[in-house]
């Protein structure tokens, strides 16, 4: 398996709060992505880093900031969490641009309340 | 515009019989297809691929086709197995868009003892 853990698992936070999840590799992969997944919906991506400090937006980016200032480590911030960004997010990464193949994490379950 | 579909969210078959899962595209730039496989409370786990030079891939009991002029894919799970039950994610890529993957909405396999 890939070295991927997501901290924290589960959180539960209030409406109006911030919010950072955290995401770490021990694999050097270049690429790294933030997803979100929602009942009946797959896996929509939020932002994606193909390298320390670059970072660009996905499909559905409002409400969410990234950084990347290590290889390892790729942060995603919920500035002021709002109820409908109530989802399991998941990190993913890749090994370059050409492989296609990603390798998720385990996962984490926010709630906003 | 939901660039890549799974018509069946759910899907229910024999242990032992062929489980048969679909997956539609519209974007004709995607250029690599790949399925996931996920257990409940995991994060997704890379099952099989094809690129769209090929029309089938073979890895043990699963076999994925691509009929590009439909714009179609379809993995076959034979003989299935109860540990076979997931949610199973078809995802699309294309070369110029660094490896971000469009991911399907799921369809839920069942397999029955």
């Known amino acids: 398996d890939a070295g991927i853990t997501q901290s924290p698992r589960h959180k539960v936070t209030e409406t109006g709060t911030p919010v950072t999840l955290r995401c770490h590799q021990t694999?050097?992969?270049?690429?790294m992505y933030w997803y979100r997944q929602d009942p009946g919906h797959g896996l929509r991506l939020i932002h994606y880093?193909?390298?320390?400090?670059?970072?660009d937006k996905g499909e559905v980016s409002d409400g969410y900031s990234v950084s990347r200032s290590k290889t390892e480590d790729f942060l995603l911030t919920l500035e002021s969490a709002t109820s409908s960004q109530t989802s399991v997010y998941f990190c993913?990464?890749?090994?370059?641009?050409?492989?296609?193949?990603?390798?998720f994490g385990p996962g984490t379950r926010l709630t906003v309340t | 515009d939901q660039q890549v579909k799974q018509n069946s969210p759910s899907l229910s078959v024999q242990e032992g019989r062929i489980s048969i899962l679909n997956c539609d595209y519209t974007n004709s730039m995607f250029d690599y297809f790949l399925w996931y496989k996920k257990y409940p409370a995991e994060g997704p786990t890379f099952l099989i691929s094809?690129?769209?030079?090929?029309d089938k891939n073979e890895d043990g009991r699963f076999t994925v086709f691509l009929n590009k002029s439909a714009k179609h894919l379809s993995l076959h799970i034979v003989p299935s197995q109860p540990g076979d039950s997931a949610v199973y994610f078809c995802?699309?890529?294309?070369?110029?868009?660094?490896?971000?993957?469009?991911f399907g909405d799921g369809t839920t396999l069942t397999v029955k003892p």
């Open positions: 995802a699309a890529s294309e070369r110029s868009r660094a490896g971000k993957s469009t």
């Open positions: 993913a990464i890749s090994e370059s641009r050409d492989a296609y193949e990603q390798y």
């Open positions: 094809i690129s769209s030079i090929k």
């Open positions: 880093s193909y390298g320390v400090k670059d970072t």
């Open positions: 694999e050097n992969h270049r690429y």
